[in-house]
């Protein structure tokens, strides 16, 4: 795979849709394949950020549901734990090493 940004593939939204799916914490750059992302879930099905969890891992697909929209993302980590997929609730953020922060 490349390693110029602009030669990855955008992600949309929905799959007839003409919006593409942006990092929450810079709203004017594009999420493509390949970048290495966190991604928020809430593992028990409701909102509650006490149940919140982050993965982390490089951006390999996206699933849509019934009516169009991202509901999964395939997430590959490069050590024992592999890839896995991800329920996704719409939330992607630039990846941050915790000397980062």
């Known amino acids: 795979m490349s390693t110029n940004k ?3 593939a955008r992600i949309r ?6 919006s593409w ?3 929450e914490d810079e ?3 594009f999420v493509r394949m390949g970048d290495v992302v966190d991604v ?3 593992a ?6 006490i149940h919140n969890y982050v993965f982390t ?3 390999r697909g996206v ?3 019934a009516y169009g929209r991202i509901d999964q993302v395939f997430l590959y980590r490069g050590d024992s734990l592999g890839e896995r997929l991800v329920d996704f609730d719409g939330c992607v953020y630039h990846h941050k090493e915790a000397s980062d922060e």
């Open 6 to 8: 602009w030669a990855r």
């Open 13 to 18: 939204v929905t799959i007839d849709g003409g």
């Open 21 to 23: 799916l942006r990092y």
């Open 27 to 29: 709203k004017h750059e």
């Open 40 to 42: 928020c879930a809430d």
């Open 44 to 49: 028990l099905g409701f909102d509650l950020n």
């Open 57 to 59: 891992g490089e951006l």
């Open 63 to 65: 699933s849509y549901n």
